[in-house]
Antibody
Framework: EVQLVQSGAEVKKPGESLKISCKGSGYSFTSYWIGWVRQMPGKGLEWMGIIYPGDSDTRYSPSFQGQVTISADKSISTAYLQWSSLKASDTAMYYC???????????????WGQGTLVTVSS | DIVMTQSPDSLAVSLGERATINCKSSQSVLYSSNNKNYLAWYQQKPGQPPKLLIYWASTRESGVPDRFSGSGSGTDFTLTISSLQAEDVAVYYCQQYYSTPIFTFGPGTKVDIK
């Protein structure tokens, strides 16, 4: 069974750093891209970026380029999303998701993590 | 960048009646080389991650009830719920994957019971 399991909720202060994770199982982790999606409270879905764990090729949405870093450790089948200096406006639910087509950045996202709620408040 | 719009923002439909959601892209998402529309539909219920319903504009994901159908081509698409059930109350999003690696979502349409 394919699963994406994300790390737990975080409460941070502005200016702090954070790294959240998404662990894949039940499939060849290095053969599928993994993306990240932001959902601010009460709002819609925003595409952040995507990584290919096989070679760490990473692409970012222009809206998030320079604001976050996406990485992966294929030895433990885990993708990461990190911030070096959080802002209150980073408060949101963050989802990882896997495109349905093996090895290619295309197709709908057929598997999603359960989400990680990040709260940034002083 | 491709911009996705949806209409209406919300709708309320009686149980058993048809619900229709429209999605429009600012440029065509039809790839001429394979004649496929690079568009997906998702359902998101409160407190849950999105669930893939439809891909390639009209292909139903495995396990999705056949009351859900997708249609359209080029820039104009429709998600239809043929007979609304109580469990269909959710927000529905369209998404283009034509201009990857940018996967743009529509703003969402909230579906409620009248």
């Amino acid at each position: 069974e394919v699963q994406l399991v994300q790390s737990g909720a975080e409460v941070k202060k502005p200016g702090e750093s954070l790294k959240i994770s998404c662990k894949g199982s039940g499939y060849s982790f290095t053969s599928y891209w993994i993306g990240w999606v932001r959902q601010m409270p009460g709002k819609g879905l925003e595409w952040m970026g995507i990584i290919y764990p096989g070679d760490s090729d990473t692409r970012y949405s222009p809206s998030f380029q320079g604001q976050v870093t996406i990485s992966a450790d294929k030895s433990i089948s885990t993708a990461y999303l990190q911030w070096s200096s959080l802002k209150a406006s980073d408060t949101a639910m963050y989802y990882c998701a896997r495109p349905m087509v093996r090895g290619v950045i295309t197709g709908g996202f057929d598997y999603w993590g359960q989400g990680t709620l990040v709260t940034v408040s002083s | 960048d491709i911009v996705m719009t949806q209409s209406p923002d919300s709708l309320a439909v009686s149980l058993g009646e048809r619900a229709t959601i429209n999605c429009k892209s600012s440029q065509s998402v039809l790839y001429s080389s394979n004649n496929k529309n690079y568009l997906a539909w998702y359902q998101q219920k409160p407190g849950q991650p999105p669930k893939l319903l439809i891909y390639w504009a009209s292909t139903r994901e495995s396990g999705v009830p056949d009351r859900f159908s997708g249609s359209g081509s080029g820039t104009d698409f429709t998600l239809t719920i043929s007979s609304l059930q109580a469990e269909d109350v959710a927000v529905y999003y369209c998404q283009q994957y034509y201009s990857t690696p940018i996967f743009t979502f529509g703003p969402g349409t909230k579906v409620d019971i009248k």
